[in-house]
Every structure is written in structure tokens, then in C-alpha cells.
């Protein structure tokens, strides 16, 4: 008897003027310590599986054919409260963003705390050891203290480790993956697979990852299933599917993922099975409005020049002062950023990344050091009129897409703000010809500015943040994870567009990621940092060909690799 059975399943999405088919005759099943991959891109179908499997399907969807069965029982067709009693017991459930996932108003020992008592009940006692236990599973440091802590404490790489562990937490019999390893890096991307396949294999439990990371597919299950436009296309054992796919789809998906063993000039595009997309007519960036009002004096040296910056949280706050416990995020880092380069910044989730990037744009004032922007000393200026002018020309692309757009906000609005905020527009008509431009220069279309975030698939939402961080004309862009919740497909056509747009209008790109395969195509240059120190930075081929320091070596070994992909094709870049 399978774990699970689906017999074709089909949902729709009904409105007033048309029925949108998400998913449409998808059969699968699932044994016990079997993992199966499900893949394809954003609006696949592939989380609206999932979310069927533990009916949670958002309104209006509805399944209006097919069947589900878990362990010979059928559940599609069972009374609300009955479905409560399997979600998390039975099925447990690690959704895409962890941010949103979390309750901000309640620390990570009450949520897991409550969620283990409810479902075994083992006393409140035990449940607290169980919750500390399972957050050192998941790769945190220093779980006792940890615990104790909200889900704005953690970085987005932590916050979805312990969205695992509330996953794992009632040991359930089948667990549904969505896109678990998005925002973690490789090493404890790493250390999640490896405790998930101990999981099914030891504890003979199935589980359904959904995901468009290829690397994760081949690294952790057996079996693929193939989604597009809510069809299955593609389903057979993981090593055929990746080393020799029959359907052309597949083949094109696959020859997307980043390489991470040589240079490309361009990533490789999806072939559509049909064509879905308009082309953009080539531009003069020159005479375009994005190339307009780029006549910003030159720095006499690098655009960022950082001086020993240090950051310090407090994270146990007390009266006296002996008594408070710190973090230092940012140790003593120097480094420069040359104008018109792509810098790229790895390391684990928690090495202070992403706080240096909100360093360098003003989020943060440093303990110590000195942010230097072509020339001028920012960390000196105090004054609002003063630091205005600067961060126009600094733009920041988030790594949670979600929770960095207002949700009761059109999109046209969302990028309109730093259009009025900053007068790059005389009038409302202008100014909305530019959010439409931006719009299609992203891939979302004209129609997606009269809609709202909460619309979009979570790869549609990012893209949102990039025509934002775009409507300013920028000098220096920080982008800190921006293709961490894309797929390989919408992935290409971002970076592409980020290559098109740094060569045209000469931008400095900050490009922070735990995916090393992309720092590796797009960037000049690359810095590693490990605890908040900056342990080694070189010229980007130099780096991964030849790693100096013991940290980063151990970071390319992780690195995710497929098998069977060919160079045919590819076009490599000149000094490759």
C-alpha cells in the first residue's frame, strides 16, 4: 500500500470572467522513505499540490476532480476538523516563506513548544527540551539561548531552519516540502538534506519536496515529477530525468540551471513548450529613460570604500551593562568596491552579509568604521536632505520579497513611490509610462500593475522588488538574495537582465547569495565572509579555481552539481 495516492487530481481557480485550471490531471504517489522532487516554474501548480494534499487550497480554488489518499484513507473528502487532526500529526508542512510563517509576536520556544504539546502530548517539560533539541538539529548555534528569541532575531536562512524544525517537530508519517533550502546556504543547505533523508530513511517517513532548485532535486530524491502550467510532463527515476529527459521542456529547463564549473557569457533561456511570452524589442539604453540622468561625477577611487566596520547587537538586553550579551555581526571589515564592478559576497546564513549591505545603503550605523560612497563620507552625514541625494543613487533588492512590499498597495503604486519621493517624474501620465516600462522590463506585463502582492507567485513578487529598486536610476545596486525564490527559468532571465542592464548603464552591483553557481557567472570579484570576518577575497575565477582559505574550500565542495548536463550549445565567455 503507497503512503500516498493521488488519482487525477484538478483544481481551478474560478472568477467572474474566466476559470484559471492550476493543476489538471496530476496523478503521483508516494512510499514510505521515498522522496520525491516536484519541479517547474512559478505558477506550475507545484505548491498548489501541496496545498491541496493538507487542504489548505487559498479561495477560490477548489478541486473538482480526483482523489487523495494517505495510507489506504481517503482525506480530500474529510470534514474540516478531521483534516485539522492530520495537518502536522500526519502531514507536516514547511511552507516557502518563513517570515510569514512565523507568529512575530511570539517567541520560537512558545510556537514549537505549542505545536509539540498539541500533537504528543508529552508535557510542556519535554516539549521545551524537544524544541531546543530540534533547533540544534537544524543547524542553529546556540539553541538554549535561541530559543528565547522572536522571528526578527534570526536572518532568513535561520528563520527557515527553525520553520523545518516546526515541521519535524510532531514526527509526521509524510512531510511536504515547499521550497525548503531557499534562503539557507550551501553548508547548511547541506546539513537539512542530509537530515531529511536520514528522516525518511530511518524513520521510514515519505516527503514531497517542490522546489526549482535542480542541485537540491539531485541531491536528495529519488523520483521527479515535471510540472508546467499544471500539467505533468515529465515523471520518472531522478538520475533519468536529470541525465536524459525526453521532453524538450525538460531538456531546456535543466541546460537553465547555473554551471558551476565554467563562465558563461548569458544564461541559457527555457524553451517554452508553446510561446507564452512576448519578445521585448531590443532598446538604446542610451536615449532610454533608464540611461537618462547617469551623469554622476566619477569617484577618484572605488565607488564603496568600507573602513573597519564593526556592528554590534545586543541580543540579551539588561540593566547593567556587564550584564548584557552581545553579538558582533561585523568584525573589523575592509574592502573595496570598484565602480562599474559586480561584487560578490558569500558565506552561511548568519556571517553578516546582509547586515554589511544594509551598513553600506544607511539601514545600519556601525559601531565603529566608515562607509566611503564616491568620495563622500556617509557615516558623517546625520542630516535627512543630506543623505537623501545618496540613497537615490543606492538601491536595495530584499531577500524576502513578501515582506519588503506593502500589502495594501497596487503594484503601480509600489513602484511609483520612489518615482515621487525622488521627482524623477513631472506628471502622473509620465510617471506611469516609466512603471509600465519597468514592468515589462522585469517579465510581468502592463497587467501587473493594477494587481496586488499578494497576487503573485513568490517569483513574481521579487521581480516587483527589482522594477522598484530600477525606478530611481541607480548608481549602486545591493542585491541581496534576488534570486532566492525564483526558478531557474524567471532566474536566467533576471540575472540576464541585471548583466544587460550593469553593461549598459555601467551600475555597480553589490550581489550577495548562498547560491555559488550564480556568484560565479555574475561577478568580478568575490569576498567570503565566516562569523562577521572577511576570510578571503579574489578575482571571482581565481577564487573558485584556486581557494586559498580552508572556509571557502569546504563552501565549494558543498556546492550543488548536476551530472549529465553538456556544454553544446552554451556560449562561453572569452577568457574561458
Known sequence: MKLLEIQNLEIQFPSRKSTLTAVDNVSLSVDRGDILGI??????????????????LEPPGIMTNGKIYLEGQRIDDLPESEKQKIRGKKIGMIFQDPLTSLNPLQTIETQLVETIDLHLQIGEEKARQRATELLGQVG??????????????????MRQRVVVALALCAEPTLIIADEPTTALDVSIQAQILDLMRVLCKQKNVGMIIITHDMGVIADITDRVAVMYHGNLVEHGHTAKILGDPDHPYTQSLISAVPRPDVKLVRFPQVTYIEDIETKKEDIDISSHWLGQGQNFKSADGPLIKLNNITMR????PAILKK??????????????????????????SGSGKSTLARIICGLY???????????????????????????????????DPFSSLNPRMRVHDIVAEPIWFHKLASSKSEASDIIIDLLEHVGLGSQAATKYPHEFSGGQRQRISIARALATRPRFLICDEPTSALDVSIQAQILNLLKDLQAELGLTILFISHDLPVIRQMCDRVGVMK??????????????????????????????????????????????
Do not use: W
Not at 373 to 392: G, H, V, W, Y
Open 531 to 576: 562569523d562577521g570576518e572577511l576570510c578571503e577575497l579574489n578575482e571571482t575565477e581565481l577564487l573558485f579555481d584556486n581557494p586559498q582559505h580552508d572556509y571557502t574550500k569546504h563552501l565549494l565542495d558543498l556546492m550543488p552539481r548536476l551530472d549529465g548536463l553538456s556544454l553544446e550549445g552554451l556560449e562561453l565567455s572569452s577568457d574561458n
Open 140 to 157: 542553529i548555534p546556540d539553541p538554549e539561548i535561541r530559543v528565547k528569541q522572536y522571528p526578527h532575531q534570526f536572518s532568513g536562512g
Open 323 to 348: 550584564n548584557r550579551i552581545y553579538l558582533d555581526a561585523v568584525k573589523n571589515v575592509s574592502l573595496d568596491i570598484k565602480e562599474g564592478e559586480v561584487f560578490g559576497l558569500v558565506g552561511e
Open 313 to 316: 547587537f545586543t541580543t540579551k
Open 39 to 56: 519541479v517547474g516554474e512559478s505558477g506550475a501548480g507545484k505548491s498548489t499540490v501541496g496545498n491541496a494534499l493538507i487542504g489548505l
Open 365 to 399: 550605523s556601525p559601531l565603529l568604521g566608515e562607509v566611503i560612497f564616491s568620495d563622500t563620507n556617509l557615516t558623517a552625514l546625520k542630516r535627512q536632505e543630506e543623505l537623501d541625494p545618496f540613497r537615490r543613487q543606492m538601491q536595495m533588492i530584499f531577500q
